[in-house]
């Protein structure tokens, strides 16, 4: 996913071996998390979450993993659902969810 996870994503790259490659892109930096019903959630997801072009061709018929840091309602997911399997055509796509440490430890 944009943004945020990008630190885990690269953690994972790093311990993984598996290559990083970005395949989505937000047109605003808006948090469509925050609309005040679930109507207009996703609508804001469905207009403002997209496959980067020319990225179809490198991930048809692969299998994926996409790390993310916000499900909350599982909006998001379901949009990134309809891009990878409907419009990329991926084999698979695996979800990691993960959590950045907050606060100070010790």
């Known amino acids: 996913m944009p943004r945020c996870p990008e630190t885990a994503a690269r953690g994972f790259q790093s311990g993984s071996g598996i290559p990083l490659l970005n395949v989505f892109y937000k047109k605003n930096a808006e948090r469509s998390f925050q609309g005040p ?56 796509a695996i979800l990691l969810n993960y959590t950045p440490p907050i606060g100070i430890i010790g």
């Open 37 to 92: 019903d679930s109507e207009e959630r996703k609508k804001s997801i469905t207009s403002n979450l997209h496959l980067i072009p020319g990225v179809v061709e490198k991930i048809q018929g692969r299998k994926l993993v996409v790390i993310e840091d916000s499900t909350v309602r599982g909006n998001a997911i379901a949009r990134v659902r309809e891009l990878l399997y409907k419009q990329a055509r991926v084999k698979e």
